[in-house]
């Protein structure tokens, strides 16, 4: 029998489960729209970016000295950005907020593609095929604009205290299959900031890179060493590996942050010189 007291009990069960859907939505609604403006922004410089390529023939890209030499016809075999390196920096930041925070402030002119936190969770800021401003001024090998062909990746780390956690270097490992698969990049061609920027960046420090050059993420050394001949030019070893030695110190310092580690002085011990001596040779 349907009595007042039933409809009443009914009507505050209805009104709990309308209270709850309705929190439950604003508490989806807070975390989705949590970089609302930020995205914004990203989605209209991606719109922006789309305006730049569809335009035929491009914009500012006509050579005037050309005169009525110049003119377009629009190829069918074409591409987009496809990244070769991954430079993996260390944040210099105290939490993942600190960081996207830091990545979504025009002020600061700075980003990179992928954030990898302590508890393992990532972050994609930038799209893959995009641009994003994490390396800097620098040189490896011949590349000088590194931004315009790599993929960087920021870690969550402080750079002095924090400690690389377990769920975060496996995240970073998980990550870097992808794209190592994706893009086809080479083993030799995932190396630190600090390998780019020699004395201008010392980022990052004290990281497992060992463990990331046995799962095909960088190059590491034999643990048989042997010496060096007499002869070894050290100078020239750094080069082919790729450091710019132009300040030989800062690429010895880089060298030993990435290989070393224990000792990050800018000179070269016999133990550095026969690290050197078996990665030169893998490098050749």
């Known amino acids: 029998m349907f009595t007042k007291n039933t409809f009443f009990s009914l009507l505050k069960k209805n ?3 309308v209270n709850g859907l309705v929190l439950a939505l ?19 410089n991606a719109k922006n970016f789309s305006k730049i390529i569809k335009a035929t023939p491009p914009e500012n890209q006509r050579i005037d000295s050309l005169n009525a ?4 016809a629009g190829t ?7 990244p070769n390196f991954v430079i993996i920096h260390h944040t210099a930041q ?48 011949n590349v000088t604009d590194m931004n315009s062909c790599s993929i960087g990746i920021e870690m969550d780390n402080n ?3 924090d400690i690389w956690t377990d769920a975060q270097i496996n995240s970073l490992c998980t990550l870097l299959a992808g794209l190592k698969k994706k893009y086809s990049i080479p083993t030799a061609n995932f190396i630190g900031h600090a390998d780019f920027a020699p004395g201008r960046k010392n980022d990052p420090k004290n990281f497992p890179w060992k463990k990331l050059a046995e799962k095909g993420y960088g190059l590491w050394f034999d643990d048989v060493l042997e010496i060096p001949p007499a002869d070894f030019d050290t100078t020239n070893a750094l080069r082919i590996i790729g450091y710019d030695v132009r300040k030989l110190n800062y690429a010895i310092e880089a060298f030993k942050i990435h290989f070393i580690q224990t000792d990050i002085t800018q000179t070269l011990t016999d133990y550095d010189k026969s690290v050197l001596y078996n990665l030169y040779k893998k490098y050749m």
């Open 94 to 141: 105290d939490s993942l907020a600190q960081t996207i925070r830091t990545f979504t402030l025009p002020r600061t002119g700075t980003s990179a593609h992928y954030v990898v936190s302590r508890d393992g969770s990532v972050v994609q800021m930038v799209n893959d095929y995009l641009r994003a401003q994490h390396a800097g001024a620098g040189k490896w090998g």
């Open 159 to 161: 750079g002095t205290t």
């Open 76 to 82: 069918t075999n074409m591409g987009i950005r496809k």
């Open 15 to 17: 009104f709990i489960a």
């Open 26 to 44: 604003f508490i989806i609604s807070c975390s989705t729209s949590k970089y609302a403006a930020t995205d914004k922004v990203y989605k209209q």
């Open 69 to 72: 030499n110049q003119y377009f």
